[in-house]
């Protein structure tokens, strides 16, 4: 279910408890931390509409969340302190997401989807139209991005309730922590173990990531 005419906190509470049935291991999780907030680290960022979402997981790709901060305010620095608009950032000297520290694959990636929303090809109105299988088709068809970085935006500027990150490491290695694993899991082994979570993925997912930093 992916019901967002619900109130914020209906919804959790919802997910909360299929969470809390569909799986012990998520339960122990809840039960320990029951002011859990998935959305309070978002706190530590600017705001972020689709693309300055899209334009923070780029640049987290292969990064530490910590690093991809520090090369977000780099960022916000070289636009007097604020994340660019598409049109701001073509405007630009594109030496100045170089001079951000961001290597030039990921400048290019960022500049590429930029004259998507610039253009109108993307907007955010009608990605909020999509599924979320539709986002990624469509936005995996601009070189450098990738599902990780699709189901990012998802869960963080659409708010989308049933994600998983097959891929990302930090929660490949809380589902080995969390199950008690003898082993780094597959991105198949996190699928089938997240099947249960359905369809409130996205919040069981949070919950495993919020280990990652206690």
């Given at each position: 279910?992916?019901?967002?005419?619900?109130?914020?906190?209906?919804?959790?509470?919802?997910?909360?408890?299929?969470?809390?049935?569909?799986?012990?291991?998520?339960?122990?999780?809840?039960?320990?931390?029951?002011?859990?907030?998935?959305?309070?680290?978002?706190?530590?960022?600017?705001?972020?509409?689709?693309?300055?979402?899209?334009?923070?997981?780029?640049?987290?790709?292969?990064?530490?969340?910590?690093?991809?901060?520090?090369?977000?305010?780099?960022?916000?620095?070289?636009?007097?302190?604020?994340?660019?608009?598409?049109?701001?950032?073509?405007?630009?000297?594109?030496?100045?997401?170089?001079?951000?520290?961001?290597?030039?694959?990921?400048?290019?990636?960022?500049?590429?989807?930029?004259?998507?929303?610039?253009?109108?090809?993307?907007?955010?109105?009608?990605?909020?139209?999509?599924?979320?299988?539709?986002?990624?088709?469509?936005?995996?068809?601009?070189?450098?991005?990738?599902?990780?970085?699709?189901?990012?935006?998802?869960?963080?500027?659409?708010?989308?309730?049933?994600?998983?990150?097959?891929?990302?490491?930090?929660?490949?290695?809380?589902?080995?922590r969390s199950y008690g694993l003898d082993h780094l899991p597959s991105q198949e082994e996190v699928l089938h173990i997240a099947e249960p979570w359905r369809p409130y993925r996205t919040l069981a997912s949070a919950y495993l990531f919020a280990t990652a930093f206690e």
């Amino acid at each position: 279910m992916d019901d967002t005419t619900l109130p914020r906190q209906a919804r959790l509470r919802e997910a909360r408890a299929h969470l809390r049935h569909a799986d012990p291991a998520i339960r122990q999780l809840i039960d320990a931390h029951p002011e859990f907030d998935p959305r309070a680290w978002l706190a530590e960022l600017p705001p972020m509409d689709a693309f300055g979402t899209l334009v923070f997981q780029i640049i987290g790709q292969q990064l530490s969340v910590r690093a991809t901060r520090q090369l977000l305010t780099r960022l916000q620095d070289q636009f007097a302190g604020q994340l660019p608009t598409p049109a701001q950032l073509l405007d630009a000297d594109p030496n100045k997401l170089h001079a951000a520290g961001l290597s030039r694959r990921k400048s290019q990636t960022i500049r590429s989807v930029a004259a998507e929303f610039q253009s109108q090809r993307i907007t955010e109105k009608a990605l909020r139209a999509m599924s979320d299988a539709e986002i990624e088709t469509r936005l995996t068809t601009i070189p450098g991005i990738g599902p990780w970085t699709v189901h990012g935006l998802l869960i963080i500027a659409l708010e989308r309730d049933d994600v998983v990150l097959p891929g990302d490491l930090a929660l490949r290695k809380a589902i080995q922590r969390s199950y008690g694993l003898d082993h780094l899991p597959s991105q198949e082994e996190v699928l089938h173990i997240a099947e249960p979570w359905r369809p409130y993925r996205t919040l069981a997912s949070a919950y495993l990531f919020a280990t990652a930093f206690e």
